[in-house]
Nanobody
Framework: QVQLVESGGGLVQPGGSLRLSCAAS????????MGWYRQAPGKQRELVAG???????NYADSVKGRFAISRDNAKNTVYLQMDSLKSEDTAVYYC????????????WGQGTQVTVSS
């Protein structure tokens, strides 16, 4: 089993920055992807950014140039640096850990609220 604990969410003004962290513990398969999803009220959950254990990344078009995902494999932790935040970034952000090799290897964090408002 795997547990994911997110931190770093909160209230920030437009144009501000936040850094989200997600620490994984338990049975971590070394070949994995960690990512951040978000879900705003009335919206579908969407992928924000993902990063493989090897460091390959992908981003939603809406956050390219503003957000940066990174990971520390030694700590089993993934980060999301969010800059130039906009009101439309307001959502619950969820950390996810999964592997493309094993369909049953799929874990989610509890979510952390990010609110961008003046």
């Amino acid at each position: 089993q795997v547990q994911l604990v997110e931190s770093g969410g909160g209230l920030v003004q437009p144009g501000g920055s936040l850094r989200l962290s997600c620490a994984a513990s338990g049975s971590i398969f070394s070949v994995n992807t960690m990512g951040w999803y978000r879900q705003a009220p009335g919206k579908q959950r969407e992928l924000v950014a993902g990063i493989t254990n090897g460091g390959d990344t992908n981003y939603a078009d809406s956050v390219k140039g503003r957000f940066a995902i990174s990971r520390d494999n030694a700590k089993n932790t993934v980060y999301l640096q969010m800059d130039s935040l906009k009101s439309e970034d307001t959502a619950v952000y969820y950390c996810r850990l999964w592997s493309t090799y094993f369909r049953n290897y799929n874990y989610w964090g509890q979510g952390t609220q990010v609110t961008v408002s003046s």
